[in-house]
């Protein structure tokens, strides 16, 4: 059987290259830098994970943060992925307006505790 596919989209980073945690509890990771190119590859991959960062703006006119338009995709090719957002704590409130249309399995607050993000992966299973 192969390994669920878990896709991280690092935009801004700051953290700890995680690939081997994600190997250690049974995924493939990979990776990409931008929301663009992940809508890009959903269309011709299915990840039972996908992580990404929050990033608000408020400068978007159509939309609040860089993740509707990866929501969007997601509910077209990969409805069944489990979503794991990285967020300043700071922006709770908007992520709090987005989990009313889409569903986010679980969010860490920057500086990412590695535990809790095993946590989360091993809560998948």
Do not use: C
């Not at 801004?12 to 663009?36: C, I, N, T």
């Not at 957002?85 to 607050?109: C, K, M, N, T």
Request: charged share 25%; no cysteine; aromatic share 10%.
């Amino acid at each position: 059987m192969t390994e669920p596919l878990l896709l991280s989209i690092v935009e801004l980073g700051g953290y700890p290259d995680f690939s081997e945690l994600f190997r250690s509890r049974g995924f493939r990771p990979e990776k990409l830098h931008s929301v663009r190119k992940a809508q890009g590859w959903l269309k011709r991959h299915r990840p039972a994970v996908v992580i990404a960062e929050f990033h608000f703006d408020p400068e978007l006119r159509d939309r609040m943060s860089n993740l509707e338009s990866l929501f969007a995709t997601l509910q077209r090719y990969a409805p069944e992925a489990k979503v794991i957002v990285f967020i300043d704590p700071s922006h709770r409130p908007r992520l709090q307006q987005l989990e009313q249309r889409y569903p986010v399995f679980g969010a860490l607050d920057y500086p990412i505790d590695r535990q809790a993000l095993a946590a989360l992966l091993d809560g998948l299973a």
